[in-house]
């Protein structure tokens, strides 16, 4: 198996620009989320969905964030408009159905400048 | 109060000493506990769980103290390889399903 996989790795935008993060789960994996990690913050859990369906989203910051997750194998977040503040490393991971660790994508590293 | 909490150290130890990290969670009905590892520049990894009555995983044990709610993680004869950031997770109850909640990570360096 891939694993979980991100893309872009990294992302340089301009603030005020439209960003996508898109994520795709390990096949089979029925719960996703999407962390943010600062180095002042560490990692928050900004939203969780299981199957399909976002079931807690009160760690996204506000409204410029919003997460979707059409089908079982893709997730994106979108951030607009993006501003510096929002800079990080985002990661998204899933966890198998029944289990209990969840595993990481390699993360977005975000960029607003 | 964060919900889970960790000393962000650094903690820089000789090869072969034994350090043991800390962490303390705030909801007492959360039902899993984990560490992982993180890397510089890389994804979390899971190391190990942590069980009711303790658990051991070679030169890694794992603590869990429910009445006190704090989980430990101790490292005997530490490696060069074991530096990297650890994490203290807690798997508790959010909205009718399991949300990972972590702690900011304990930065571990171990010095030839």
């Known amino acids: 198996d891939a694993g979980v996989i991100q893309s872009p790795r990294h992302e340089v935008t301009e603030m005020g620009q439209e960003v996508t993060l898109r994520c795709k789960p390990i096949s089979g994996h029925n719960s996703l989320f999407w962390y943010r990690q600062t180095m002042m913050r560490g990692l928050e859990l900004l939203i969780y969905?299981?199957?399909?369906?976002?079931?807690?989203d009160s760690g996204m910051p506000e409204d410029r964030f919003s997460a979707k997750m059409p089908n079982a194998s893709f997730s994106t977040l979108k951030i607009q408009p993006s501003e510096p503040r929002d800079s990080a490393v985002y990661f998204c991971?899933?966890?198998?159905?029944?289990?209990?660790?969840?595993?990481f994508g390699q993360g977005t590293r975000l960029t607003v400048v | 109060r964060k919900e889970v909490e960790q000393d962000p150290g650094p903690f820089n130890v000789p090869e072969g000493a034994t350090v043991a990290f800390n962490c303390t969670y705030s909801n007492s009905a959360s039902q899993s506990f984990f560490w992982y590892r993180q890397d510089c520049r890389k994804e979390p990894k899971l190391l190990m769980s942590v069980y009711s009555s303790g658990n051991e995983d070679g030169r890694f044990t794992a603590q869990l103290n429910r009445a006190s709610q704090y989980i430990s993680l101790l490292i005997r004869d530490s490696k060069l390889s074991d530096s990297a950031t650890y994490l203290c997770?807690?798997?508790?109850?959010?909205?009718?399903?399991?949300?990972?909640?972590f702690g900011t990570g304990t930065r571990l360096k171990v010095l030839a």
């Open positions: 997770v807690v798997m508790g109850r959010g909205s009718g399903t399991y949300k990972y909640i």
């Open positions: 991971a899933s966890r198998p159905t029944g289990g209990s660790e969840a595993f």
């Open positions: 969905f299981n199957n399909n369906v976002p079931i807690d």
